[in-house]
């Protein structure tokens, strides 16, 4: 390597055949040598020109489908909110009214419940006065016959006195019959009297 330095330090001949070695002409470390630009060029410009007619036209495809999925999505979700929300308005809704009509069933089973009690009531107080009634009239019944009875017996108790107390015996039906009812009016008057 010393030889090589040593060589570029003397300078190039003009008979010598390594004259033309790239090691040997003045070259700049920071720059590339022009036809490696030139090439480069040419590559950069291949690269780029299949990247902008291949790859970005697939890239934009995809970019624009990712949006649109995007929006989609978004739209699709804002749909989805909006139905759920009427959903949720339709169900609040709905349950007003079960709660309405819960309330509105519960009313008339109150009232049909007063009505029915008092239903109940009255057929109470109309069986009630029946038996009242028929336990009046069969009192009354009763006391008719025991009065009936008590006259009849009074009536013959009354004759039989009569007989013992006149020494005769009244034979007649009729005047007997006459002679009981003679006796019973007395005692009505005797009684209506004494009240």
Not at 82 to 92: D, F, I, S, T, V
Not at 93 to 116: D, F, T, Y
């Amino acid at each position: 390597m010393k030889n090589v330095l040593y060589l570029a330090a003397e300078g190039p001949s003009a008979g010598d055949p390594g004259s033309h070695l790239p090691l040997t002409d003045s070259v700049s470390v920071l720059l590339p040598a022009p036809y490696d630009i030139f090439w480069s060029l040419v590559a950069f410009l291949v690269i780029l020109f299949v990247f902008w007619k291949l790859v970005l036209p697939k890239f934009q495809e995809v970019l624009s489908e990712r949006e649109d999925l995007i929006k989609g999505g978004i739209q699709r979700a804002e749909a989805a909110q909006a139905e759920a929300k009427q959903a949720l308005e339709k169900y609040n809704s709905q349950l007003a009214e079960a709660r309405a009509e819960a309330q509105q069933i519960r009313e008339e089973a109150r009232e049909r419940g007063e009505q029915i009690k008092a239903e109940m009531r009255a057929q109470a107080a109309e069986e009630s006065n029946r038996i009242i009634e028929a336990g009046e009239k069969q009192l009354a019944a009763q006391r008719e016959q025991v009065v009936s009875e008590l006259r009849r017996d009074m009536g013959r108790n009354s004759v039989d006195l009569a007989e013992r107390l006149l020494g005769r015996q009244l034979s007649d039906d009729l005047t007997r019959s006459s002679t009981i009812d003679q006796f019973l009016a007395d005692l009505d008057d005797v009684s209506t009297v004494r009240k």
